[in-house]
């Protein structure tokens, strides 16, 4: 069996600016990533954004404190001789407050902890979709790059038979029949060879967006390869793990909390609350009348009792919406679930199908390329026609390329597989890095 070699990768685009570039790596790529792609840096500021909030909700149980000052100057009509006609004031107060009971306010601060939880399932929702972006922007540009270095070898090759047909008519021993389809074979991998040197340029176009890098390339897969298969090889094992692991069932999951908690909340506005509150504060009085001076300090500790007797329903319409909320929390998490489940299943099984079809286009291969050996054999001895040797060569090609897609399918439907289970970590990327050229 020949083994499968990829011609060499060459993804220098002309330009009038263009500078040879060293190929990057896998990593080297997502890191670049990392620090450029605006999707990501989005997740990463709602990161931040979700901790600040959650830090925000544990105030609700904890002391408050006030300081109120206020300076007044009175002015007074009066046809007294002896009485000031203005006079000021100066006033201070420091106040205080410590919840004792609040239920909602309980709640809000268990809901500020599920937002901790819910900010890193984002976070890594986020990484791990960025992972798996521009691991299918590299392949894509190796697939583009190996589909134009193959047809542009297929264009050689029938180059050379149809400069073989011309001799052979020009001696007589070969029909215009021959030259012809040599001919029109030819112009059609032209024309293949345009559209796959565009596809190169607009894959290319999508890594350097995806990036930030200008002309960014990627190093070729090492061939032969020998591709493992799924660890552990069992569907279920994958479902379980994307239930408890998936950071989308994690977010549904803490959505139903959160909602639970709103409904709590909502209970606790038929409950009574109370809070410990202290103050201290100073009042000055200067200029009243002629010799007047009062000072007057006061300080107070208490306790502060509220019991909600009537709102209107309010309270009442409220536990029914937080109620109704719940549920459809409830059902998005059960969705969520399901859709992971049957996102798990697609990529366990797309994996299992794309090993298969490697196997059988590396047999395929080898028997395309022993068809067209054939078939020059049978063309010299003149047992084939022109044609059947065009044809061996275009089927030898097509398998080629079919072959270099399908491992690059595999890689990454393995890199699916574990997004979907919620397992993808930037070490999985490093190992898929291994398999390329150093």
Do not use: C
């Not at 929702?125 to 798996?132: F, S, T, Y």
């Not at 049957?342 to 291969?365: D, I, N």
């Amino acid at each position: 069996m020949n083994n499968f070699r990829l011609f060499p990768l060459s993804l220098a685009l002309a330009s009038a600016f263009s500078m040879p570039v060293q190929a990057q790596s896998l990593v080297d790529l997502y890191e670049s990533a990392r620090g450029f792609d605006a999707t990501y840096q989005s997740a990463k500021s709602q990161f931040d954004a979700n901790l600040a909030k959650a830090e925000q909700a544990k105030s609700a149980l904890l002391p408050s404190a006030n300081l109120g000052m206020a300076i007044n100057r009175v002015n007074i009509g009066s046809d007294i001789s002896t009485l000031e006609r203005s006079y000021g004031n100066q006033s201070a107060t420091l106040s205080a407050s410590q919840p004792l009971y609040r239920p909602a306010n309980a709640a809000t601060a268990e809901q500020g902890k599920r937002q901790l939880t819910l900010a890193q399932a984002q976070l890594t929702a986020a990484e791990q979709d960025l992972m798996v972006r521009v691991s299918q922007a590299y392949f894509d540009v190796l697939a583009a790059a190996d589909s134009l270095n193959l047809i542009q070898a297929q264009k050689t090759a029938v180059s050379e038979q149809l400069a073989s047909a011309k001799r052979n008519f020009e001696v007589g021993t070969a029909t215009i029949t021959d030259t012809r389809e040599a001919q029109a074979r030819y112009d059609l991998t032209t024309a293949q060879e345009i559209a796959a040197d565009n596809d190169l340029r607009i894959k290319k176009i999508a890594l350097d967006q995806l990036t930030g890098k200008t002309g960014a390339t990627p190093k070729p897969l090492n061939v032969p390869l020998s591709i493992s298969e799924v660890s552990p090889n069992d569907v279920n094992h994958w479902v379980n793990l994307s239930e408890q692991s998936s950071p989308n069932v994690q977010q549904a999951r803490v959505g139903l909390e959160v909602a639970e908690l709103e409904t709590q909340k909502a209970q606790a506005g038929n409950k009574p609350t109370l809070d410990l509150t202290a103050s201290y504060g100073g009042t000055r009085f200067r200029n009243g009348n002629l010799t007047s001076r009062i000072d007057n300090n006061t300080a107070s500790v208490g306790l502060a009792f509220n019991l909600p007797l009537y709102a209107g329903h309010a309270t009442q319409n409220r536990i029914q919406e937080t109620v109704a909320l719940e549920e459809k929390a409830r059902n998005d998490l059960d969705a969520a679930q399901r859709t992971v489940t049957q996102a798990t299943r697609t990529a366990f099984f797309g994996v299992q199908s794309g090993l298969g079809q490697v196997k059988a286009l590396e047999a395929a291969e080898a028997s395309s390329q022993s068809a067209l050996d054939a078939n020059k054999l049978g063309y010299q001895v003149g047992v084939r026609i022109n044609i059947d040797v065009l044809n061996s060569q275009s089927q030898l090609f097509q398998t080629k390329r079919d072959l270099a897609k399908a491992r690059y399918d595999v890689l990454l439907g393995q890199l699916k597989l574990r997004q979907a289970a919620g397992v993808l970590k930037v070490e999985d990327v490093q190992a898929l890095n291994r398999l390329f050229g150093q």
